[in-house]
């Protein structure tokens, strides 16, 4: 089955414990991406990969790092996490977002509920 | 990429047609309307897109305004499994694209008995 996973679902972890929240899809997909969620601010997106090796920052990335050694997966570093990174994160994958993939859906993960306390 | 601007809240009867707008007014040549679903804090869901033409699949239609300001969702037999929050996204098309979506607010459905 198609699928994009996430782990752990859910994470309830201390200030500054360093953690990753990892990300695999099947899917053979180029581009894959994090956000969070958050209530009345929606999803924020908070860095992307093209492809192997290549990653850039979205709107949100202070506080975060990823990796893409490898093409299926697309880990969420949180070095030092702090009470504001509290939130719902989606890892999403699609083809790509370039010449005839840029209009392809997007797929995304079942989420990572993560408590910073 | 372009705004969009939906109801916030919307009821359908179950076995019933929803029938979700989207307004747009400012979108550009080469931005594709978007529409995904999220169920309840899990993941958003893919549900169709389109650039000027109608589209239909299996899920739902989407209907395009010809001057493309606007756009609707339409899911033919509302059931309770699509009590969602519905979000219409315009995005661009083309090299140099982020792939981020914009999700805004969305259009709460919620699928009566």
């Known amino acids: 089955e198609a699928q994009v996973t996430q782990n752990p679902r859910y994470l309830i972890t201390v200030t500054g414990k360093k953690l990753t929240v990892t990300c695999s899809q099947n899917?053979?997909?180029?581009?894959m991406s994090w956000y969070r969620q958050d209530p009345g601010l929606g999803l924020r997106q908070i860095y992307y990969?093209?492809?192997?090796?290549?990653?850039d920052k979205g709107d949100v990335p202070e506080g975060y790092k990823v990796s893409r050694k490898e093409k299926r997966n697309f880990p969420l570093i949180l070095e030092s996490p702090s009470p504001n990174q509290t939130s719902l994160y989606f890892c999403?994958?699609?083809?790509?977002?370039?010449?005839?993939?840029?209009?392809?859906?997007?797929?995304f993960g079942p989420g990572t509920r993560l408590t910073v306390l | 990429d372009a705004k969009t601007t939906q109801p916030t809240s919307m009821d359908c009867a179950e076995g019933r047609a929803a029938n979700l707008p989207c307004n747009h007014s400012?979108?550009?040549?080469?931005?594709?309307v978007y529409w995904y679903r999220q169920i309840h804090s899990q993941g958003p869901q893919y549900i169709i897109h389109?650039?000027?033409n109608n589209e239909t699949n299996e899920m739902a239609s989407l209907i395009i305004t010809e001057d493309r300001k606007s756009s609707t969702l339409i899911l033919p037999h509302a059931t309770l499994r699509d009590t969602a929050v519905y979000y219409c996204?315009?995005?661009?098309?083309?090299?140099?694209?982020?792939?981020?979506?914009?999700f805004g607010q969305g259009t709460t459905l919620q699928v009566k008995p």
């Open positions: 999403a994958s699609s083809f790509g977002t370039s010449g005839a993939y840029s209009y392809n859906e997007q797929f």
């Open positions: 899917m053979n997909h180029e581009y």
């Open positions: 990969s093209m492809n192997v090796e290549v990653t």
């Open positions: 400012t979108i550009s040549g080469n931005e594709y």
């Open positions: 389109g650039l000027k």
């Open positions: 996204i315009v995005r661009a098309y083309g090299s140099g694209n982020t792939g981020k979506l914009i």
